[in-house]
Every structure is written in C-alpha cells, then in structure tokens.
C-alpha cells in the first residue's frame, strides 16, 4: 500500500510558468513533509520540507502548501525555469522514523 | 560538506553472484537507509538502521541482507543475485531526534544483473 500518492506523473511547462504537484497521505502521525530534487545520474536532495504546525513555507521560488484536514500538500514553483527541470519526489515520515517516498513526479520547462 | 559515500556508480554482475553494496557517511548520523528507485514506482525501502548491529526490514526486503558493524558504514547483500534486482540503489542517513530531520541521499549505484 502507497503510504503516499503522488501526482502527476509527469509535467511539461513554459519558461515562467507555476508547475503544481500533489502529495496526500493517510498516516497522521506524519511529522515532516519533505521534497527532494534529483537530477539524472544523481541521488535526490532535499529541496524544502515542513511540518504539520504550518500550512505555507516558502523558500525563494519554492512553496509547499500544507492541507492538515485533507491530508494533502503540495509544491509549487514560480517563476520556473529549466534549470528547475528534474524528478521531484514526496515524502512524509513521523519521529525519526522511515521516510515513505511517492513515485515522482518528471518535470520538464521548457524554455 | 556533508557527504554519504556509495562504493560503486556502476556494477554488472552476473544471476546468482553474490553482491555487496558499500555506503559510508561522514556525518555521524544513527539512522541508515537502503532504497533502491524503478521507474514508476519511487524510492521503496528495503532496510534501515537505528544503530549499530540494529536493522529493521523495510517494504521490500526479500532477497537482500544487510550489516552494520560501525556506525558510519551500512552494507546492502544480494546474496544470489537476480535479473529483478536490476536498478538503482540508494544510501541515505539521517540524524536521529525526537523529530524527523533531513536524509541525505548517496549519488547511487546503478545494478545490472545479466
């Protein structure tokens, strides 16, 4: 069972454009919600991460919007450029323990 | 700069070897993680580590082992290697605290059994 779901799969955007991706989760013990970054050939790295206190975080062009109630959240990056084109993955994990991973999302902008 | 190491980018081995995956972390952390990354399907745990000579099976560990003998090394066994276990595999740690914190991702090692 997916303990995260995530979508969409892939993303095609203009240059300047806001590509939104979904995350929702079942488990509320969740404590961290992160997004990692990966580029081909490399291993993914943390991008920006928030916890269930707040619901926006914002971190230059990057923002995770949080829906406690719904169990959702959500990456959203302004301004996009293709520099910003790679895998995006989800995640959520709960007091120190494993991080459950969704499936990714490819996003290509381009320019 | 905080680092974790994996031993190989690339390995071809052959169906029924036996294949060791090495990663080393440089950060002091107590928690390890094997994952390993298949198109469509994400990043899925095979095991994970609290501590020295700690493992706990993750959601796929059928077919793999693990060993910890120190702290900053985790070890990833084929131990009869299988065309299925074709992919990427991932190392990470993470600080262990009474909250979740960030896990920092080795560059991978990319298995191809034949």
């Known amino acids: 069972q997916q303990q995260v779901k995530q979508s969409p799969q892939s993303l095609i955007v203009q240059k300047g454009g806001i590509p939104i991706i979904n995350c929702a989760y079942e488990?509320?013990?969740?404590?961290?919600f992160p997004w990692y970054q990966q580029f081909p050939g490399k291993g993914p790295a943390l991008l920006i991460a928030?916890?269930?206190?707040?619901s926006e975080k914002k971190e230059g062009r990057f923002t995770i919007s949080f829906n406690k109630s719904a169990k959702q959240f959500s990456l959203h990056i302004m301004d996009s450029q293709p520099g910003d084109s790679a895998t995006y993955f989800c995640?959520?994990?709960?007091?120190?323990?494993?991080?459950?991973f969704g499936t990714g999302t490819s996003l290509t902008v381009i320019p | 700069d905080v680092k974790v190491t994996q031993s190989s980018r690339y390995l071809v081995k052959r169906t029924g070897e036996k294949v060791f995956l090495e990663c080393v972390q440089d950060?002091?952390?107590?928690?390890m993680f094997w994952y390993r990354q298949d198109p469509g399907l994400g990043l899925r745990l095979i095991y994970f580590?609290?501590?020295?000579?700690?493992?706990e099976k993750g959601d796929i560990p059928e077919g793999y082992s693990v060993s910890r003998e120190k702290k900053e090394r985790f070890s990833l066994i084929l131990e009869s290697a299988s065309t299925n276990q074709t992919s990427m595999y991932l190392c990470?740690?993470?600080?262990?605290?009474?909250?979740?914190?960030?896990?920092?991702f080795g560059q991978g090692t990319r298995l191809t059994v034949v």
């Open positions: 990470a740690s993470s600080l262990w605290s009474g909250l979740s914190t960030e896990a920092f």
């Open positions: 995640a959520a994990s709960y007091t120190g323990n494993q991080f459950y």
């Open positions: 580590s609290y501590d020295v000579k700690m493992k």
């Open positions: 928030i916890r269930p206190d707040v």
């Open positions: 488990n509320t013990a969740f404590d961290y």
């Open positions: 950060m002091d952390h107590e928690n």
